[in-house]
């Protein structure tokens, strides 16, 4: 059973860099077939694609956030992380990472997700 | 970018009762490439359907996945106490990837 967990610091501050880590376990990074996601949440709102990664680092962005964002992957630490830069109070939401199937690219395993907030 | 609006915004049922849930694309998705998915609160999203129709494992026969090209429809033959949720739609068809609004599932 594939398992994914969140990592990182709960509160940054406005300007900063969002820095957060999806440890995988149950299953390889390297295996192929897959992309590694983030996907975000704002309180009591709908679901945003921030982007995606594959094994070998190619990565995939949703154009709103493309300029600030950077997905990178470890495959030696089963791990994929997510810095968004120049945060602000509308980047305060829940991150969760998530398996995409990379024949559909929906999403089939789920992190618990972690509430980021922005605020000085 | 393909928008997804899902109506209704909440639906007031009683446990037995049918739902029938709408996801509406602005454009049509390509190859019926269509998901479903289930929250409920604090918890993570659940895949429930994808391609349109094909359930995702343990997901149960109550629930069926259908349509294509702009209309997709999600129903809930006889709804159960565990079934009361928001539930999204998402096309991954054409990038970005993006999501529905949600409909509310909500005990009447």
């Known amino acids: 059973q594939v398992q994914l967990q969140e990592s990182g610091p709960g509160l940054v501050k406005p300007s900063q860099t969002l820095s957060l880590t999806c440890t995988v376990s149950?299953?390889?990074?390297?295996?192929?077939?897959?992309?590694w996601s983030w996907i975000r949440q704002h309180p009591g709102k709908g679901l945003e694609w921030i982007g995606y990664?594959?094994?070998?680092?190619?990565?995939y962005y949703n154009p709103a956030l493309k300029s600030r964002v950077t997905i990178s992957v470890d495959t030696s630490k089963n791990q994929f992380s997510l810095k968004l830069s120049s945060v602000t109070a509308a980047d305060t939401a829940v991150y969760y990472c998530a398996r995409a199937d990379g024949g559909g690219n929906y999403f089939d395993y789920w992190g618990q997700g972690t509430l980021i907030t922005v605020s000085s | 970018e393909i928008v997804l609006t899902q109506s209704p915004g909440t639906l007031s049922l009683s446990p037995g009762e049918r739902a029938t849930l709408s996801c509406r694309a602005s454009q049509s998705v390509s190859s019926s490439y269509l998901a479903w998915y289930q929250q409920k609160p604090g918890q993570a999203p659940r895949l429930l359907f994808y391609g349109a129709s094909t359930r995702a494992t343990g997901i149960p026969d109550r629930f069926s996945g259908s349509g294509s090209g702009t209309d997709f429809t999600l129903t809930i033959s006889r709804l159960e106490p565990e079934d009361f949720a928001v539930y999204y739609c998402?096309?991954?068809?054409?990038?970005?990837?993006?999501f529905g609004g949600g409909t509310k599932v909500e005990i009447k």
């Open positions: 990664i594959y094994y070998s680092g190619t990565t």
């Open positions: 998402q096309q991954y068809g054409t990038s970005p990837l993006t």
């Open positions: 149950g299953g390889s990074i390297s295996s192929g077939s897959y992309y």
